[in-house]
């Protein structure tokens, strides 16, 4: 239990904070750590370590600590009497003071959770749980929005020189330079990170291979709408407008992307491909090769290049046996449209992920008459409540910078917790829909260690469907499933089962997923870049997202993907380091 009285919750915090720092700067180790639990946790957010890591244990957390004493000059923590105030929630389960605070880091402001809980061995003294130290910006390197906004001088005042648009058209062009950045992906990554760059004043080009911006959105199925809510979902600087649905509609996000990058004045070249390249060492610059819209080829020599090619690229085809002996149309999910053309015609939809409900419920709705075969369990959530659970911070009143900070605090450990929660009380909100499931031979799975969607997503990238009526359909029995292994082979008229039955079709849509950024790396750069990069999203052994958001192991490649939250809420962090390696303040190799 917490007894902290509400008008003490401040000065505790305070206290804590006021020790953490004294401690810190007097070099008392044993004194440190006897701020923290036994079992703590400690995410630095480039503060300290310029990097993005988790540290586990009091011992732990204070060797790090120590190790980095003497050069990040922590100090002036206090907690933040202009965000969310110091208050007793309950995380993960447990009960804690969660305050938010501001401190100075050796290259620029910082700010910071700590979630204080009572440590019954040592008389309930209180002790941090959990520590977030982030830096939230640069010295001397501050955005240019509010009072720091451009004055628009060049063009205001000199009636004869070019005006803003000139310049705008000019600076999009690239005749006689190349950008210092180059974004590669034009989706909800690279405009976050184009336009953290661009508030930072370091040069910045998107490339994407589609002809307008918005498109990797708008050529997804007819029926597509966003499977979390508007308040979670917004670019950086720019939100929503608060007329918008709570399900954004792709188009609609489509033709906001398009906005944003008017808005935000971003450099973006559409219909133009990204082919590869290769990096020069001592020059430290890539030479990189684009493939323009009119078909011919430019050469650009970027510091650094940001893939935010996201996990769509390459369709993902498994070696389907017999395959090639069916006679009717075969596409991968990637390249499905609309099901019109699909009526009162039979198709089989290989794959229980999303991609594979939502398209068998288009074709079903267009008056096909569809089976859905499942290749191993799966996870399965109602789009309300369930699938909303982990984004009820959101919709709890802090703002969404302080929101997006909470959960930038919370480290892999409680993540696991919360979710585990989560799932547990998504089986029970679901319970009917599960159970008419299991009726019909499904085969469901909540995840490893009971972690539910969030994680598969964070690890593999997929495995869950959020149920939008597909799964419902599927239990009345309006669409068929049908196991694979259950499928002896397939004939020109469809699969034909071990049992001797053939299951019709004239289209089998293949959802089997995607290859993942590893191999893109490997394609486009080369086995030396990609060994050296090494695995890409998932957490391995680590408590991190690998390669993700951070130097890797390439100097000057960078990766940024996820969902349009975690695209708002690490390009910041991404943006910083760029920008502290163009200003000389860190080396774009982290080795
Ligand atoms: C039905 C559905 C609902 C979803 N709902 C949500 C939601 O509610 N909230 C949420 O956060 N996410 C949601 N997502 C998931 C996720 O946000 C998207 O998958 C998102 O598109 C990922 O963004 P991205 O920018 O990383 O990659 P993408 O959108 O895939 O963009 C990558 C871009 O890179 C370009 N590209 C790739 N290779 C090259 C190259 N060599 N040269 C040039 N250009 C290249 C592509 O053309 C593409 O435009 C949903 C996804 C689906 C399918």
């Known amino acids: 239990m917490l007894d902290v009285p509400s008008e003490t919750l401040l000065t505790t915090a305070d206290r804590w904070l006021a020790d953490f720092e004294t401690a810190l700067a007097g070099a008392d180790w044993p004194g440190l750590a006897a701020l923290f639990h036994a079992d703590s946790h400690w995410r630095d957010v480039l503060a300290v370590t310029w990097d993005i890591q988790t540290v586990s244990g009091a011992d732990r957390i204070v060797e790090v600590l120590k190790a980095h004493a003497s050069g990040t000059k922590l100090r002036a923590f206090t907690a933040s009497r202009n965000r ?18 501001d401190f100075e880091a050796a290259d620029g402001p910082g700010v910071g959770v700590v ?32 009072k720091a906004r451009p004055k628009g001088e060049s063009y205001s005042r000199d009636f004869r020189g070019p005006n803003w648009l000139d310049l705008r058209q000019a600076a999009a062009a690239y005749t006689d330079h190349d950008p210092a950045v180059l974004v590669v992906g034009g989706g909800q990554a690279g405009l976050a990170i184009a336009a953290r760059l661009t508030q930072l004043g370091v040069d910045t080009l998107i490339v994407d ?20 809510q508007v308040q979670v979902n917004h670019l950086p600087y720019m939100p929503f407008p608060p007329n918008w649905p709570t399900y954004i509609p792709k188009d609609k996000l489509a033709n906001w992307f398009e906005a944003y990058v008017e808005a935000m004045e971003l450099n973006y070249w559409t219909a133009t491909e990204f082919l590869g390249g290769s990096y020069d060492d001592k020059a430290g ?60 015609r039979n198709a089989i939809v290989i794959g229980t992920g999303n991609s594979g409900h939502d398209i068998a419920q ?43 900070l909470i959960v930038t605090s919370t480290p892999l450990a409680l993540a696991k917790k919360s979710h585990q929660l989560m799932t547990e009380q998504s089986k029970k909100l679901d319970q009917a829909l599960l159970d008419g499931l299991e009726r019909i031979g499904f085969k469901l799975d909540f995840g490893e260690d009971g972690t539910g969607w969030q994680f598969k997503f964070l690890t593999r990238g997929g495995g869950y469907y959020f149920n939008v009526g597909c799964s419902d359909l599927l239990v009345e029995g309006k669409i068929k499933l049908a196991q694979f292994d259950d ?9 034909r089962l071990k049992s001797g039955e053939t299951i019709p079709a004239d289209l089998i849509v293949l959802a089997t997923g995607y290859k993942g950024q590893d191999y893109l790396v490997r394609m486009l750069f080369g086995d030396g870049v990609a060994d050296r990069v090494g695995p890409i999203w998932g957490f391995g052994d680590g408590q991190e997202l690998r390669n993700m958001y951070v130097r890797t192991g390439q100097p000057g490649l960078w990766f940024i993907a996820g969902s349009l939250a975690q695209c708002r809420i690490y390009s910041k962090y991404l943006g910083l380091q760029i920008k502290a390696c163009e200003e000389g303040l860190i080396s774009p190799d982290r080795s």
């Not at 499928?487 to 469809?494: L, M, Q, T």
Request: charged share 20%; hydrophobic share 35%.
């Open 285 to 344: 610059q890539w030479s990189v090769t684009l493939r323009l819209a009119d078909g011919g080829e430019r050469e650009m020599h970027p510091r650094h290049v940001v893939m935010a090619t996201g996990a769509n690229g390459i369709p993902h085809r498994p070696d389907i046996p017999a395959l090639e002996n069916f006679a009717g149309t075969v596409v991968h999910s990637g390249s499905y449209d609309d099901g019109h053309e699909w009526k009162d």
């Open 487 to 495: 499928i002896a082979d397939f004939v020109a008229e469809g699969a």
């Open 84 to 101: 969310t105030l110091p208050q007793r929630v309950t995380r993960a389960g447990t009960e804690t003071l969660e305050a938010i605070f």
């Open 115 to 146: 979630r204080l809980v009572p440590d019954a061995a040592d008389g309930g003294t209180l002790k941090a749980w959990t520590l977030l130290t982030a830096l939230d910006g640069l010295r001397g390197h501050g955005e240019s929005i509010g």
């Open 362 to 404: 288009d074709l079903y709705s267009a008056g096909a008459h569809v089976t859905i075969v499942q290749r191993s369990p799966t996870l399965i959530t109602n789009i309300e409540p369930s699938a909303q659970l982990p984004y009820a911070l959101y919709d709890e009143g802090p703002p969404l910078e302080d929101c997006d």
């Open 209 to 228: 291979r589609y002809p307008r911006i918005g498109d990797n959105w708008r050529h997804r199925y007819h029926a597509l709408t966003l499977h979390n």
